[in-house]
């Protein structure tokens, strides 16, 4: 199938690679006042919808993260 992939990057203090293979887990956070759950909601969206989310980046460049979803097909217009 089709899909829709989005890429969100930033130049921030990037994640430190322990942080990154949890990042997406409830209440891993790196904020002091962070409750950590936003990733965790994100992710189980995404994947009700059957699409992927996955972070990247470099530890002191920046952060990366990208979501792909499915494409659906118009039932009046099929996809080219």
Known sequence: GRYM?????DTGR????DVAARVFEPFVTT?????????????RIIESHEG???VGGTA???AEF?????????ASAPLP
Do not use: D, Q, Y
Not at 14 to 17: I, K, M, S, T, V
């Open 5 to 9: 992939a989005l890429t969100v990057t």
């Open 14 to 17: 990037g994640l430190a690679a």
């Open 31 to 43: 904020k002091a006042h962070g409750m950590g759950m936003g990733l965790s909601v994100c992710r």
């Open 52 to 54: 992927t989310i996955r």
């Open 60 to 62: 002191g460049e920046g």
């Open 66 to 74: 990208t979501f792909e979803l499915p494409l659906a097909a118009r």
